[in-house]
């Protein structure tokens, strides 16, 4: 690997900071620079809905003290890559550049918004830290919120809420919540933690509009209804951060389209994380998966790779999870909207759900079961019958 330039890693977050440990862990002792949009140093983004938002948590740094030092690591903070001349091995940072030997691009996503709510105060989105903190000096008792999107990002922002005594609606247009992730049966199991905890749950329903003055004041549904807000979370979803690739060359499509071991199009490129779209042999295609523990995957098997040392990593199954009403969510292996999905637990506030496909276990979900989540790991990897559970 030549030296004249660094190994440049774009994205300061999870999967950024993760993937430059991983270089140092493999043995690159070279120049290596990772470049951030954000002020901050990397951070830890789930407990922003949950922990940092009801206040209980200040510090989500996922750099020690001296992190810089001891990996020598030159960060680039509030430094925004707004352009790629992969011919010159060049990342363009607004005015300026930085040339590179090897790329990596962590720049994960970026949330969108309700259309028009840029209008009104009081509304927001929550990805970054200054998101959380800003929404965060909002929420109190006696507030009305009104959560459009019942994701896991939605579902969290609005438990947090909720035991911070705000009255919280979730506007949802499919049936139930985490409906695309999970599926219409489980979703209406995480429905029913919300309705129990007080949140007016309307699914079925999109947003038609935000009508207030300087501070937004109504959020009206396209069934007709009115709901008075303070405060409007848009928690619609994400798409890849991959603007300012456009013109690169480099092959975008979902994401930035990657190999089994996160190489790009580009041979001196590779992604990682929720930008990066990984060939999944299972489904044939390239796949992102926007949770936490395939990043730290990808990023220890893409720096390997990088470095050009034979195949180690292998990738483990999915596995994510959610805090929400006091109940700890956790999804373990592959879920598609046709598999067949079995209850085998539910005592009205706990419950385990069986996914399967052609009579095999393919994944588990579980909410206030940890044991039986994780035990269920030797199921899904042996492929067991359903019956077997």
Same mark, same amino acid.
């Given at each position: 690997?030549?030296?004249?330039?660094?190994?440049?890693?774009?994205?300061?977050?999870?999967?950024?900071?993760?993937?430059? /440990?991983? @270089?140092?862990?493999?043995?690159?002792?070279?120049?290596?620079?990772?470049?951030?949009?954000?002020?901050?140093?990397?951070?830890?983004?789930?407990?922003?809905?949950? /922990?940092?938002?009801?206040?209980?948590?200040?510090?989500?740094?996922?750099?020690?003290?001296?992190?810089?030092? #001891?990996?020598?690591?030159?960060?680039?903070?509030?430094?925004?890559?707004?352009?790629?001349?992969?011919?010159?091995?060049?990342? *363009?940072?607004?005015?300026?550049?930085?040339?590179?030997?090897?790329?990596?691009?962590?720049?994960?996503?970026?949330?969108?918004?309700?259309?028009?709510?840029?209008?009104?105060?009081?509304?927001?989105?929550?990805?970054?830290?200054?998101?959380?903190?800003?929404?965060?000096?909002?929420?109190?008792?006696?507030?009305?919120?009104?959560? *459009?999107?019942?994701?896991?990002?939605?579902?969290?922002?609005?438990?947090?809420?909720?035991?911070?005594?705000?009255?919280?609606? &979730?506007?949802?247009?499919?049936?139930?919540?985490?409906?695309?992730?999970?599926?219409?049966? #489980?979703?209406?199991?995480?429905? +029913? @933690?919300?309705?129990?905890?007080?949140?007016?749950?309307?699914?079925?329903?999109? *947003?038609?509009?935000?009508?207030?003055?300087?501070?937004?004041?109504?959020?009206?549904?396209?069934?007709?209804?009115?709901?008075?807000?303070?405060?409007?979370?848009?928690? &619609?979803?994400?798409?890849?951060?991959?603007?300012?690739?456009?013109?690169?060359?480099?092959?975008?499509?979902?994401?930035?389209?990657?190999? /089994? +071991?996160?190489?790009?199009?580009?041979?001196?490129? %590779?992604?990682?994380?929720?930008?990066?779209? %990984?060939?999944?042999?299972?489904?044939?295609?390239?796949?992102?998966?926007?949770?936490?523990?395939?990043?730290? /995957?990808?990023? *220890?098997?893409?720096?390997?790779?990088?470095?050009?040392?034979?195949?180690?990593?292998?990738?483990?199954?999915?596995?994510?999870?959610?805090?929400?009403?006091?109940?700890?969510?956790?999804?373990?292996?592959?879920?598609?909207?046709?598999?067949?999905? +079995? &209850?085998?637990?539910?005592?009205?506030?706990?419950?385990?759900?069986?996914?399967?496909?052609?009579?095999? &276990?393919?994944?588990?979900?579980?909410?206030?079961?940890?044991?039986? #989540?994780?035990?269920?790991?030797?199921?899904?990897?042996?492929?067991?019958?359903?019956?077997?559970?």
């Amino acid at each position: 690997m030549s030296e004249k330039n660094p190994v440049v890693v774009v994205g300061a977050g999870l999967g950024g900071i993760r993937t430059a /440990e991983a @270089l140092r862990s493999a043995g690159y002792t070279g120049r290596l620079v990772v470049v951030g949009a954000e002020p901050h140093l990397p951070y830890d983004r789930p407990p922003l809905s949950k /922990e940092y938002l009801r206040g209980d948590r200040d510090n989500v740094s996922l750099c020690g003290d001296g992190v810089a030092e #001891v990996h020598n690591l030159e960060f680039r903070t509030a430094t925004q890559a707004t352009g790629l001349d992969l011919a010159g091995r060049r990342l *363009v940072l607004g005015d300026s550049d930085l040339g590179y030997d090897r790329l990596v691009i962590a720049t994960g996503l970026v949330p969108r918004s309700l259309p028009g709510s840029e209008k009104f105060a009081g509304t927001h989105v929550l990805r970054t830290l200054d998101d959380a903190a800003a929404l965060r000096a909002e929420l109190g008792a006696g507030r009305r919120m009104v959560v *459009v999107g019942a994701g896991f990002i939605g579902c969290e922002i609005a438990a947090t809420a909720v035991g911070l005594g705000v009255e919280v609606t &979730i506007v949802e247009p499919q049936p139930t919540p985490l409906c695309a992730a999970l599926g219409q049966t #489980v979703g209406a199991l995480v429905g +029913r @933690l919300h309705l129990d905890a007080g949140v007016d749950l309307r699914c079925g329903v999109g *947003v038609a509009g935000l009508d207030g003055g300087a501070r937004v004041k109504t959020v009206r549904l396209d069934d007709g209804t009115e709901i008075e807000a303070d405060l409007v979370v848009s928690a &619609i979803g994400s798409v890849p951060a991959v603007a300012w690739l456009s013109g690169s060359g480099l092959e975008l499509a979902d994401g930035i389209v990657c190999d /089994e +071991r996160g190489r790009t199009s580009d041979p001196h490129v %590779w992604a990682v994380g929720d930008v990066a779209a %990984w060939y999944d042999q299972a489904h044939g295609r390239a796949v992102r998966r926007e949770h936490w523990t395939p990043v730290t /995957e990808q990023a *220890v098997i893409a720096a390997g790779d990088l470095l050009g040392q034979p195949p180690s990593s292998q990738r483990g199954l999915a596995y994510f999870w959610s805090d929400q009403h006091g109940v700890k969510l956790q999804a373990l292996g592959d879920f598609r909207p046709d598999d067949d999905v +079995r &209850i085998v637990h539910d005592d009205g506030r706990r419950f385990m759900a069986v996914y399967a496909r052609s009579g095999r &276990i393919s994944g588990v979900v579980g909410g206030g079961m940890p044991a039986k #989540v994780i035990g269920a790991r030797s199921l899904i990897e042996r492929a067991a019958g359903i019956d077997e559970i």
